[in-house]
């Protein structure tokens, strides 16, 4: 076998780890919707179901990149390396950006009261 002959096996390989990313990724998250989309209190149509492929869409969504970076990497593949590695790129700096700065949850928290109350009337009033 000749170093072209690798490459040729190593580009179908990773082209079809892309259309499984690309096609399998939406497609996961969109029946995820459907199986667990409720409205007003009422049941989703399967619960688990639908966890199940929100767990497999955020493993496609993240790990398929990754697992293609380290084939085109073994392969000694530029092209693949480059793809994968601008799309592994891409994902760790929306990940950085996305994740919350103060170390906790994403979700505003009220700031506790201040109180602007004269000290002669500062009793029973939320932060004072």
Not at 15 to 44: D, H, K, R
Not at 101 to 109: E, H, L, M, V
Not at 119 to 127: Q, R, T, V
């Amino acid at each position: 076998m000749t170093s072209d002959d690798t490459a040729r096996r190593g580009s179908t390989a990773l082209g079809v780890l892309g259309v499984i990313w690309f096609i399998g990724t939406p497609l996961s998250a969109y029946l995820a919707f459907v199986f667990g989309f409720a409205l007003a209190g009422a049941e989703a149509k399967n619960a688990q179901l639908a966890e199940v492929l929100a767990i497999t869409a955020l493993g496609l969504g993240l790990g398929t990149p990754v697992v293609g970076l380290f084939i085109a990497l073994a392969l000694n593949n530029k092209g693949g390396m480059w793809a994968y590695g601008v799309i592994v790129a891409a994902i760790g700096t929306l990940i950085i950006v996305i994740a919350p700065k103060d170390g906790g949850s994403p979700i505003y928290r009220e700031d506790l009261p201040v109180c602007t109350a004269p000290p002669d009337k500062e009793a029973g009033i939320p932060g004072c």
